[in-house]
């Protein structure tokens, strides 16, 4: 897997902790850093593909095995990516 941005410091939300396994997170890290959008819509995914160019804000959606919907956004300036649940933004 070859990363095409930095994550930066690396948080995740008490909720997304409490319902996402440790290997549901480090999976869905690797495919994020890899330009792996995961479940978002097509107009979100021509975002991210620009904003590895232009320095703007990614977006991930992922859902762990057992169905939780959760979101990985990797900051505008790369200093911090935040794994969380839609439920906390």
Known sequence: MIAK???GQTVITPGA????SSSAIRQSLERHESGDW???DDEDRRANDRA????????SAYR???GIK???ITEA???ATTILLPSEY
């Open 64 to 66: 762990s095995v057992n």
């Open 17 to 20: 902790l409490e319902q996402l």
């Open 38 to 40: 995961g479940d978002v």
């Open 5 to 7: 941005f930095p994550l």
């Open 70 to 72: 959760f979101w990985i």
């Open 52 to 59: 590895l160019t232009e320095g703007t804000r990614l977006l």
């Open 77 to 79: 300036d790369r200093s």
